[in-house]
């Protein structure tokens, strides 16, 4: 098949316009406004965001990616529907467009792949989201974020790598735990909120979902003769496999994936991915999530689990070839 190459890149633009309001975006807070009733948490107007779990609180969201394309059409119109079913899958088992945490050991996280501020001292990737909202958005990012003291500190990349690093408040970059806690107010999960309602901020968040396929789909794997993840795994299925596991553990991809593939040379003898079948493909991809289930990802059956469902239900193919970026 032919290498997808550039591509996945390309495909995840967008034709820039114009921000347009979003009336829906719900009345901006002081911490003041933050009210507490029965364990569920409350803004200005009443307006309920979520619960309290553990030492923060949580919201599941309500919008999902397909969700999204249905009621923004012009936000990616040359897009295929392939590349959309595949985020939408990893989606499910990580968030909706507004959902948030403030509980677990990264204080922030956001979004429909939970974008993180990181755990301990550790860089995060929600500081790449905002960094990706203040280049296409600059408005949105002043709006929501600017405007109450938030900046970014981003590490050097490319645009086929990962952006991440760390959230600065009031000049003062949050880069270890006793600093990060002050993201668990509430008043900071209701601005990471509301700001989910706005249409720039909901589409940035699926522009980075989109190109993080292409941080590691295209690239030559070492020792491999050039070829790439996208020349082994050609459905949509294995797609959404592999950006699940990126997603949860970007460092194991690809190593996790040529530990299937050996195996499975080995036993057959079919080394070459370019004459592979549908067959070949589907027999590697239960060697690759026999080791993934090995690594430290979490919940990586279930996850799996989750994601063939969406096969059973013909939202995802595992046929070779049906990935289309």
């Known amino acids: 098949m032919p290498k997808p190459s550039s591509k996945v890149k390309t495909a995840s633009k967008r034709k820039r316009s114009a921000p347009q309001p979003s009336p829906d975006v719900p009345p901006p807070a002081e911490e003041k406004d933050i009210v507490v009733k029965r364990g569920h948490l409350y803004g200005p107007q009443n307006i309920r965001f979520g619960k309290i779990s553990g030492p923060g609180m949580v919201n599941y969201g309500a919008v999902t990616i397909g969700d999204f394309f249905k009621q923004d059409p012009d936000a990616f119109p040359n897009v295929p529907t392939s590349l959309q079913r595949v985020i939408q899958a990893v989606s499910e088992n990580e968030g909706r467009i507004e959902a948030i945490n403030t509980y677990d050991n990264s204080f922030m996280s956001c979004g429909v792949f939970q974008w993180t501020a990181g755990a301990k001292g550790y860089a995060g990737e929600l500081a790449g989201l905002l960094g990706l909202l203040s280049t296409d958005s600059p408005k949105s990012f002043e709006e929501y974020f600017g405007s109450v003291g938030i900046d970014v500190v981003l590490n050097k990349h490319d645009t086929d790598e990962l952006a991440y ?142 994601t063939r469902r969406h096969v059973k239900s013909g939202e995802l193919s595992d046929r070779r070839d049906s990935f289309r970026v």
């Open 165 to 306: 690093g760390y959230l600065k408040l009031n000049g003062k970059q949050l880069d270890t735990a006793k600093a990060k806690a002050v993201l668990r107010k509430h008043i900071w999960a209701y601005r990471f909120w509301r700001a989910a309602h706005d249409k720039e901020v909901r589409r940035a968040q699926i522009l980075l979902a989109m190109q993080r396929v292409g941080t590691f789909y295209a690239k030559p794997v070492m020792h491999r003769r050039g070829l790439t993840v996208g020349d082994y795994i050609t459905s949509e299925f294995g797609v959404a496999l592999l950006l699940d596991e990126h997603v949860n553990r970007p460092g194991h991809v690809p190593r996790t994936l040529l530990k299937g593939v050996d195996q499975y040379s080995k036993k057959t003898g079919r080394a070459d991915p370019s004459v592979w079948t549908d067959a070949d493909e589907r027999a590697v991809l239960v060697l690759y999530l026999a080791e993934r289930a090995k690594t430290s990802m979490t919940h990586s059956k279930q996850r799996a689990a989750a």
